[in-house]
């Protein structure tokens, strides 16, 4: 269907919920997970991301999120972060409904402006307690003085040079872990309830940036169309989740979206 045909279809919706991955952050110079150079393409995702890496090698893992971390320093919202988050304006102005389901642990929507946000699998800046799970936001770099200078971990590396010792302490005295989800970690209930409703009671939803390759995230684009939605893609290469949409924009996030969702 044509961007003229979407539009109109965007004026008469009442509520509007996104869904965004990696994509999205792509045009802030941020690596995806699967594409060429990928933070995953080094690294197997589901091996590292996991509470069995974490048990086994917590060092291994604060090295990895201590390297993501830094290298956030410089990065930016791009025109698809704004877009997103004028939107939601133009929404609320209007008394409709908007919610922001995003998969990515950066937190640039938030620094975009983006207020009705779910963040599905946690955030790169929030630290929780392995002992009283209290969680904190913390933006150190490096995450503790032992990490100074440290770049990526070597892929190859058994075992990670850092010990416990070197790891971030909460006040009760407890080691203190990205609070993100991991492979094989559910995720927080109050977040899969958000997004199982948003996306059911959408009658657009809209799917920016992500292979939908990862559940719970990849199925809500299913639960919207069967709840009657209709589903938009905005995606550089096809995905999974061509096979339920309606419209389908393929192309880089932070050109199309401005002038798609007409807020340039
Ligand atoms: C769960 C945080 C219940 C951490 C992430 C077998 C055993 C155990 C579990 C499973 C299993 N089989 C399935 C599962 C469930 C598993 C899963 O889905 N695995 C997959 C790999 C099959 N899921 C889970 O474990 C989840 N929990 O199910 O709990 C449970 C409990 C126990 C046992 C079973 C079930 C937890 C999943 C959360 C994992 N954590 N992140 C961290 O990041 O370190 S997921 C991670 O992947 C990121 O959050 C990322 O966002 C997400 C998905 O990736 P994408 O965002 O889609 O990124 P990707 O690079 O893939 O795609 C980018 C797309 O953008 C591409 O299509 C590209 O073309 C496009 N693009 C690029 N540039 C642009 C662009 N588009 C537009 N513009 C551009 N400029
Ligand atoms: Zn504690």
Known sequence: MSKSAF???????????????????????IPTFRGAGGLWRTY?????????TWNRDPG?????YNYWRGSMRDKKPNPAHYALAEIEKRFRKDNRLFHLITQNIDDLHLEA????????????????????SLVTKNQD???TPAFEGSGSPDPKAKQSKFSKEDLPKCYCGGILR??????????A???????????RECDLFLVVGTSALVYPAAGLSTI???????????????????????FNFPGKAGEILPDLLMVN
Do not use: Y
């Open 113 to 132: 402006g983006s207020q009705s946000v779910t963040r599905m699998h946690g955030s790169l800046w929030l630290l929780r307690c392995c002992q009283c």
């Open 224 to 246: 919207a169309k069967r709840s009657g939605a209709k589903v938009v893609v905005v995606n550089l290469e096809p995905t999974a989740t061509d096979e339920v949409s309606d």
């Open 60 to 64: 291994l893992l604060w090295e990895f």
């Open 7 to 29: 539009q109109e279809l965007l004026a008469n919706t009442r509520r509007l919920t996104v869904l965004t991955g990696a994509g999205v952050s792509a045009e802030s110079g």
């Open 141 to 143: 770099i490096p995450i």
């Open 178 to 187: 990205p609070h993100v989800v991991w492979f094989g970690e559910s995720l």
């Open 44 to 52: 197997q995702a589901t091996e590292l991301s996991s509470p069995q």
């Open 189 to 199: 209930l109050e977040d899969m309830e958000k997004s199982h409703e948003a996306s």
